[in-house]
């Protein structure tokens, strides 16, 4: 509770400048004075409300960044772009596999029947699904983070917040064109180009592309490509029309993502060669990994990812009269990626698993506005979204291996070379020691362990959805407005299952699962894994009837989401917010293998989850529009707070009950002077599960307190122009799992894991830019450097291996250095 207390004392503070600025800039002007447009870094118009307004006129904790931001700090991605977010925190695992995290709230399922948290939307586009949401975040007009429950603005999914992604389209108004590289250490490289044609009849055409690549930044111990690559290729076509009243913007975007394997690497094997034993490396996060596919695993394929995106983009605004306009979004999308991954962190072929993810939705939004510059402005609208999906997991697994792995008879950390651990004399020893079997049927069952088990499960969904909402501001006095709004929502969901044993029942699964006298003897016989007297068992999925049928279930739900806000303007440049929101995300069908081999699916329906945030705000502009502060404090209750759970192998979505939040969010930016901006941001979360066996854990991939600093330097010397802009991003302790790594809750996993280290302590990342160039900007070099100090961090902990016993960690990214040259027109 001290931390909230302070953090009520900040706000506290921040409220009273904001009551004081009267005094200080009451006729500030709309954008900050500047004497130099580079360092004017935070200034953008705000359109969360469906409308252009200044920063200091929303009624809401949302921060947004100018490209011209993005572009002089560096940031290219979104994990980058959250270090500078309050509240706001992307984890990249690959660009497959990325979890986008609000207020502790965290937004990552890859399944086909799960529902996201948080919105992410391109252009006013809904491309939440997790495996196709991560896109590259290039030639930028803006970006705006809205935190807090926001259906009736951003959609169904906007449970705890929403990112808007605002495009630059294509310009009638000029021609222009850009060209950017840039290239540095481990084989960075980008390249950027953009170009707009205007026509001079109010319709123009706008390319912009870029291509993005670098090695990877864990060695390959056995000579092979370093892992955690990156490439990215990326292209955008947008045109834009204006026949009379209409205007019209077609947008098309596409996407290819071609990388390494993500080094998943573990902290009980040192890297060997599985040959020789011969030890390659050490448990070191950021040291060199040995990993590789299982033979033949999915056609042969190598670690990696292999991913496609593709949209398609109508927006049309019609100005029916001078008080109403007619907005409509119309949009296709598509994805499919497959990622082949090391789940067991060796060099060993214990346990390799893919990803094939696919999905398509189509989305029609109609909207009406009515603005007549009094005292109320606006909007009704009515959406139509439909989406079907799959997800595909296959595995494959070194039964011998699993069953070594299994009886602790693997050497730590050091493992025997892998002949030594299939010999059937070695196998046959472990089954006598681990499982009591008399040495017959211990060779017997030995010599039947296969070398290559495969197995895979599936989920399929789909889901149409039907929008009914409005949101309108009353100004009641020149000072006093109120904003409300309300969303309808309508949902049908169809969600399918189904699970194989793709090559025979597994030997170690009947270990596990049905060791009876009766099956050990069987087990022991030739050819038992085609012995229909034994049980069609898998090893980490049971199969569905049949070995592979599929199994349905259909459910419909509706829901109110809605929002109350209240905003006082002491000045023009000032205003003071409280608002209390309804959030929600619908029923979700959890789908699972079924628990006895051949037997139906299993499907849980988990109600649907429901947050009460309440927020209390203030904004404002001091010293002439120098200096912009915002603050927001907030509180979030929740019911039925849906969370992962693990089930053997598999991860599931289950009712956690419930949860709470309260917090601080502030941000700052100062023109000092003519030649600095400074800009700074910091949020304190206190989030915590509140019923249940998890019991008072955090939430997972929520610091309980971030901030970052910066500056930005511009300066006119030596006949042209001179830029300097170091950034400094901070985050306290988190955990990678709402579970925290406690002991007690490992037991449901397949073989648990009471080691707790799968936590990442506090830690800060130093970045710095330098450049010089034209006064007028045609040009321009820099040069720059990312994680100054080298400082080694998680990204990930845990994983897929940590079901088999053995979690796996992802290190974050080592200092990289590089130049680049930009050339515009």
Avoid: C
């Avoid at 002007?29 to 500047?34: H, Q």
């Avoid at 580079?38 to 409300?49: F, P």
């Avoid at 979505?653 to 901006?677: C, I, P, S």
Wanted: no cysteine; proline share 4%.
């Amino acid at each position: 509770m001290r931390a909230f207390r302070t953090t009520t004392l900040l706000t506290a503070s921040v409220l009273a400048l904001v009551v004081a600025a009267p005094s200080a800039a009451a006729e500030a002007p709309l954008t900050a004075v500047a004497a130099d447009e580079d360092t004017r870094l935070g200034e953008v118009v705000i359109t969360a409300q469906k409308r252009a307004q200044d920063p200091v006129e929303v009624p809401m904790a949302v921060t947004a960044y100018s490209g011209k931001f993005l572009e002089a700090i560096g940031v290219k991605a979104f994990d980058e772009l959250s270090a500078f977010t309050p509240g706001f925190l992307v984890q990249n695992q690959s660009n497959n596999n990325s979890g986008f995290v609000m207020r502790g709230v965290t937004s990552d399922s890859g399944s086909a029947t799960d529902e996201t948290r948080v919105s992410i939307y391109q252009d006013g586009v809904p491309i939440s699904r997790s495996r196709g949401s991560y896109v590259e975040l290039f030639d930028m007009e803006r970006i705006e983070i809205a935190k807090g429950p926001q259906s009736t603005l951003f959609g169904r999914g906007a449970l705890i917040g929403a990112v808007n992604l605002v495009q630059n389209k294509a310009n009638p108004g000029r021609n222009d064109w850009l060209l950017r590289t840039e290239g540095g250490t481990r084989g960075y490289f980008v390249g950027e180009g953009m170009v707009n044609v205007a026509f001079g009849d109010g319709s123009a055409l706008r390319i912009a592309a870029r291509a993005r690549k670098n090695d990877g930044y864990v060695k390959d111990a056995a000579g092979g490509d370093a892992y955690n690559s990156t490439n990215t290729k990326a292209v955008r076509m947008a045109y834009h029309l204006e026949p009379g009243a209409l205007k019209l913007d077609l947008i098309g975007n596409y996407q290819e993502d071609s990388t390494t394997g993500t080094s998943f690497k573990s902290h009980a094997f040192n890297p060997t060669n599985p040959v020789t034993g011969q030890v390659l490396g050490d448990t070191g996060v950021a040291s060199a990994a040995t990993l590789s596919p299982g033979a033949g695993f999915e056609g042969g394929a190598p670690l990696g990812l292999d991913r496609k995106v593709y949209g398609l983009t109508v927006l049309a605004e019609y100005k029916i009269s001078d008080t109403l306009t007619l907005s409509s979004i119309t949009a296709s999308r598509a994805f499919h990626s497959v990622e082949v991954f090391d789940a067991d962190g060796t060099s060993l072929p214990m346990l390799s698993f893919a990803e094939d993810a696919q999905g398509r939705q189509q989305s029609q939004e109609l909207r009406l506005r009515y603005d007549d510059g009094g005292r109320f402005t606006g909007f009704v609208g009515a959406n139509y979204f439909h989406e079907t999906g799959s997800w595909r997991i296959p595995g494959q697994f070194d039964e011998r291996l699993a069953l070594v792995l299994l009886t602790g008879a693997m050497s730590r950390p050091n493992p025997q070379p892998l002949a030594y651990l299939t010999s059937p004399a070695f196998l046959a020893q472990v089954l006598q020691l681990g499982f009591g079997a008399p040495a017959s049927i211990a060779q017997g069952v030995a010599a039947n362990l296969k070398a290559v088990h495969r197995e895979e499960f599936a989920n399929y969904g789909e889901n149409t959805a039907y929008d009914l909402y409005a949101d309108g501001t009353v100004q009641l006095t020149d000072r006093f407005e109120i904003t409300g709004g309300v969303r309808y929502t309508r949902e049908d969901r169809w969600a399918a299952y189904r699970s194989t044993v793709l090559n025979g029942r597994s030997i170690v699964g009947i270990l596990l699962t049905a060791p009876t006298p009766t099956n050990l003897f069987l087990a022991a016989q030739p050819n038992a894994v085609n012995n229909p007297l034994l049980p069609m068992t898998g090893l980490v999925t049971q199969p569905t009837t049949n070995n592979g049928d599929t199994f349905a279930k259909s459910i419909d739900n509706s829901g109110l989401t809605w929002r109350l806000v209240g905003r006082y303007a002491p000045s023009d440049n000032a205003s003071l917010y409280v608002s209390h929101a309804r959030g929600r995300r619908p029923d979700v069908i959890s789908a699972n293998a079924p628990t006895t081999p051949m037997a139906a699916a299993k499907f849980d329906v988990v109600a649907a989850e429901t947050v009460d945030s309440y927020e209390a705000g203030a904004k404002g502009k001091l010293i002439d529009g120098r200096l912009y502060l915002s603050g927001a404090v907030f509180r979030y209750d929740y019911d039925n707070f849906a969370t992962s759970f693990r089930q053997g192998a598999q991860i599931v979505t289950l009712n956690a009950g419930k949860a709470k939040a309260y917090g601080f969010e502030g941000e700052a930016r100062l023109q000092a002077g003519d030649y600095w901006t400074l800009f700074t941001t910091y949020a304190y979360n206190h989030a915590r599960l509140e019923s249940g066996a998890r019991k008072g854990n955090r939430f997972r991939l929520s610091p309980d307190q971030t901030y970052s600093v910066g500056a930005a330097f511009s300066r006119e010397a030596l006949g042209g122009k001179l830029t300097f802009t170091p950034t400094y991003t901070w985050r306290s302790k988190m955990f990678f799992d709402d579970d925290n790594d406690r002991g007690d809750l490992s037991s449901s996993a397949l073989f648990p894991d009471t080691k707790v280290d799968e936590f990442q302590n506090a830690y800060g990342l130093l970045n710095v830019r330098v450049g010089f160039g034209a006064v007028d900007e045609r040009w321009k070099v820099e040069a720059f450097v990312e994680n100054l100090g080298d400082v080694r961090y998680l990204k990930d902990a845990g994983n897929v291996g940590d079901s088999f016993g053995i979690p796996t960690f992802i290190a974050g990214k080592p200092r990289f250095m590089g130049v680049g040259v930009t050339f515009r027109h």
